[in-house]
């Protein structure tokens, strides 16, 4: 069964990706202090990591981040 990740999903790993799944999931971890009090955040987040446990490390180097790395620089 494939995992669907929502677009924000998507967007919370481009932001915080690094070379792999689990160095990837380490720096998402490390907001967990500066969101406590965002309910919405905290649910994003954890929503996220929990599909990204489910991830093989080669699914996960399939993902294309590019298209969510370009329109958070055109927010920017």
Same mark, same amino acid.
Do not use: G, H, W
């Given at each position: ?24 999931? +380490?720096?998402?971890?490390?907001? !967990?202090? !500066?969101?406590?009090? @965002? ?17 093989? @490390? +080669?699914? !996960?180097?399939?993902? @294309? !981040?590019?298209?969510?790395? +370009? #329109?958070?620089?055109? #927010?920017?």
């Amino acid at each position: 069964m494939k995992l669907r990740f929502e677009e924000d999903e998507y967007f919370l790993m481009a932001m915080f990706q690094k070379e792999n799944r689990m160095k990837t999931m +380490q720096e998402i971890r490390r907001i !967990f202090p !500066f969101i406590k009090e @965002d309910a919405e955040m905290l649910s994003l987040v954890n929503s996220t990591l929990s599909k990204m446990e489910r991830l093989t @490390d +080669q699914e !996960f180097l399939a993902i @294309d !981040f590019e298209e969510y790395r +370009q #329109e958070i620089m055109e #927010e920017l």
